[in-house]
């Protein structure tokens, strides 16, 4: 069964702290790990996406890695700010389609 | 620039009602197309992906069907709602095969179910 699984569900730091989420897939024949965004009764936004032969991707405050041999990706965000508060999707490319975790929402307290 | 867009917003049906959710893509030629539904504490389920017009593909069983009658028109459809289809449906595309390419989805239909 293909699964990804993130921890913790939730999440609740002060600003400026900086904060690592965590996302694990069971299967490491991927083509790619996906990381997206998404605000209270909105669509997805996509943040980052790692092609499975790379180990990281940057953009911003947003660090992304992958480890395909442990079956994990983890999102770093430095000095977290109020606005990053949303829920955050991983997903891992799979044929013709992708497989999301159940998300992690994370509040970052003002 | 390319945008895609769902309606409607929200919608509250009765059971038995049918249902038609519409999604439509500017901006970019022969997409792939998806739907998803995401239900409480269940994630995001993909229900259906098209790769080019009258092409369908169900990723599970259920009350529901998928259309797809213009390159860029992909439409969710129901002759019967249930009380379980009640949830957050979000259409996305992808310029490549789902899975290798990004996705980039809309703002979502909340439908309830009474």
């Known amino acids: 069964k293909q699964e990804v699984t993130q921890i913790p569900a939730a999440l609740s730091v002060p600003e400026g702290e900086n904060l690592v989420l965590n996302c694990s897939f069971t299967?490491?024949?991927?083509?790619?790990l996906q990381w997206f965004r998404q605000d209270p009764g909105k669509g997805l936004t996509s943040l980052l996406l790692i092609q499975s032969s790379q180990r990281e991707q940057t953009s911003g405050r947003l660090n992304a890695s992958l480890d395909k041999s442990s079956g994990r990706s983890t999102l770093y965000i430095a000095a977290s700010q109020p606005g990053d508060s949303a829920t955050y999707l991983c997903?891992?490319?799979?044929?013709?389609?992708?497989?999301f975790g159940t998300g992690t929402l994370l509040a970052v307290q003002p | 620039s390319q945008t895609i867009h769902q309606w409607p917003a929200t919608l509250v049906q009765p059971v038995g009602s049918p249902l038609s959710l519409e999604c439509t893509v500017e901006?970019?030629?022969?997409?792939?197309l998806y739907w998803y539904r995401q239900a409480a504490g269940r994630g995001l389920q993909l229900l259906f992906y098209s790769v080019g017009i009258g092409q369908i593909s169900s990723e599970v069983p259920q009350n529901l069907s998928a259309s797809r009658p213009q390159d860029r028109q992909f439409i969710l459809s129901s002759k019967k709602l249930l009380l379980s289809d009640s949830g957050f449906y979000l259409c996305?595309?992808?310029?490549?095969?789902?899975?290798?390419?990004?996705?980039?989805f809309g703002p979502g239909t909340r439908l309830l179910v009474l």
């Open positions: 901006g970019t030629s022969n997409p792939n």
């Open positions: 996305a595309w992808s310029s490549g095969l789902a899975g290798v390419e990004t996705q980039y």
């Open positions: 997903a891992r490319g799979a044929t013709n389609k992708l497989i």
């Open positions: 299967d490491s024949a991927i083509y790619n």
